[in-house]
């Protein structure tokens, strides 16, 4: 476990917005040093769309061990192989091996969340089903109101509730300013693995549009779809399934290979996991008692580190905040300090949607001959683990 913990946020109150990753870690540090934590998330559940997430190189390990959630996600690992891309035929292209799609712990990220859940809920208050409609700062607090329970002023707010984040939208300004539309969207699923999908996943591309499909490596009665492809921005609200579920019937209407029968299965998806391929840039992660964590502040959709980087900022944040006793003048910028080349480096150039579907024919003959290398894809592999361990973890014990 994490060893005895501090009491040096004893008296804090400190409000988390997002249930996902970040959110719980965050919370399982806060009150590791004594806080009086509650997390907000707008969904009525803890959520358990999406596929799986990976860990890699010391930091993210190294958080992990600390956290003392190692070992559980080690014998959670979903063992997934490798990934081929084939043509209509199903003739193989080139395989990526197990190691890229998975660096060195893989993990379902519902479990993730779970793990991280449940890690901190006998320390923190949980409120689902509710969000945070205004904030206003005053020399004493932040007086935080919601769309259903009573205002409350706390010492801080985080802002961990991913790239359409409503902290950053009421603390700094519109989404548009800090999201940009890379030019993709994806959506994924589970359903009943009825046709024999194998853990290998295998994945079709023509210009534009990705479809793949694997057995669930821990259960091979699940199946998961995950689909890429090109597509304006999205003008629809974030939380209409059924716009979202039209929207991917017209982009992947009559393609071959196992296409319709994918598409088959997505009236019956009891979760999907839907958004657009998109880059957060924000100039100031902190502003006041304000602070914005993981994909809210630095994300990459798909960008492949978002989880890892957001364990490690988590760990960051509240360690600065106990260093500095809670106070947030010292705390805050110190944490932006420590962290930002870390998170920005990777994310920087990032677009994996033109990497799993692109958008010409003459990109796709590129990448697909660019990935047949296997030089290419230990290089790959090698950069994004040097990147991920690129930051020296504080020790934070006092
Ligand atoms: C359902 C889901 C599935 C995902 N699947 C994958 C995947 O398969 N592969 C991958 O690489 N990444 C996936 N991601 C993204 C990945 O979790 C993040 O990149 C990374 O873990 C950083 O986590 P985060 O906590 O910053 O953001 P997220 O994991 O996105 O969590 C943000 C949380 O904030 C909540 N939230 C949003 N708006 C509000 C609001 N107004 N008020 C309160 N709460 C709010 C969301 O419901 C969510 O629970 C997924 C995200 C989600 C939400």
């Known amino acids: 476990m994490t060893g005895t913990g501090t009491s040096r946020l004893r008296g804090k109150r400190i409000l988390i917005s997002g249930a996902g990753v970040a959110g719980p870690a965050l919370a399982h540090w806060l009150t590791h040093h004594g806080a009086d934590v509650t997390v907000v998330e707008v969904a009525p559940t803890l959520r358990g769309g999406g596929f799986a997430v990976d860990f890699r190189g010391s930091a993210h390990l190294g958080v992990l061990k600390r956290m003392g959630i190692l070992d559980e996600l080690r014998s959670l690992q979903t063992h997934g192989g490798a990934m081929r891309c084939v043509d209509a ?3 193989e292209i080139f395989t990526l091996p197990a190691e890229f799609a998975g660096g060195e712990i893989e993990v379902r990220r519902a479990d993730l969340s779970r793990v991280l859940y449940e890690c901190s ?18 020399p004493r607090g932040v007086r935080v109101d919601f769309a259903r329970g009573a205002s409350r002023t706390v010492d801080l707010v985080v802002g961990a509730d991913g790239l359409h984040s409503c902290i950053r939208r009421i603390a700094l300004g519109p989404e548009s300013r800090f999201v940009r539309h890379l030019g993709h969207c994806l959506a994924g699923w589970e359903f009943p693995n009825t046709r024999g999908w194998s853990p290998e996943a295998e994945q079709f591309n023509v210009p534009g549009r990705m479809a793949s499909a694997g057995a ?3 259960d091979e009665s699940r199946a998961g779809a995950f689909l890429v492809f090109s597509c304006p921005p999205v003008t629809h609200d974030w939380h209409d399934a059924q716009a979202h579920k039209a929207l991917i019937k017209r982009a992947f209407d009559g393609l071959p290979w196992h296409v319709p029968d994918l598409l088959s299965t997505l009236d019956d998806a009891r979760e999907l996991y839907f958004d657009s391929i998109s ?20 994300g990459v959709t798909l960008g492949g580190m978002g989880v890892g980087t957001g364990l490690v900022g988590a760990y960051v944040l509240a ?28 994310q920087r150039g990032a677009n994996p949607g033109e990497f799993l579907a692109p958008s010409t024919a003459a990109r796709l003959r590129l990448r697909n001959a660019m990935f047949r290398r296997s030089l290419v894809r230990r290089a790959l ?18």
């Open 89 to 91: 035929q199903g003739r």
């Open 121 to 138: 809920k006998p320390h923190a208050e949980y409120i689902f089903g509710d969000t945070v409609t205004d904030l206003n700062e005053t």
């Open 216 to 218: 669930d490596g821990r």
């Open 279 to 298: 880059r957060v840039s924000v100039p100031s992660w902190t502003a006041g008692r304000f602070a914005l964590l993981g994909d809210a502040a630095w």
């Open 319 to 346: 360690g600065e905040l106990a260093a500095a006793r809670g106070d947030h003048h010292v705390a805050l910028p110190a944490y932006e300090a420590r962290l930002r080349r870390y998170a920005a480096v990777w």
């Open 381 to 398: 592999i090698a950069s994004t683990k040097s990147l991920a361990s690129n930051i020296e973890l504080p020790s934070y014990t006092f």
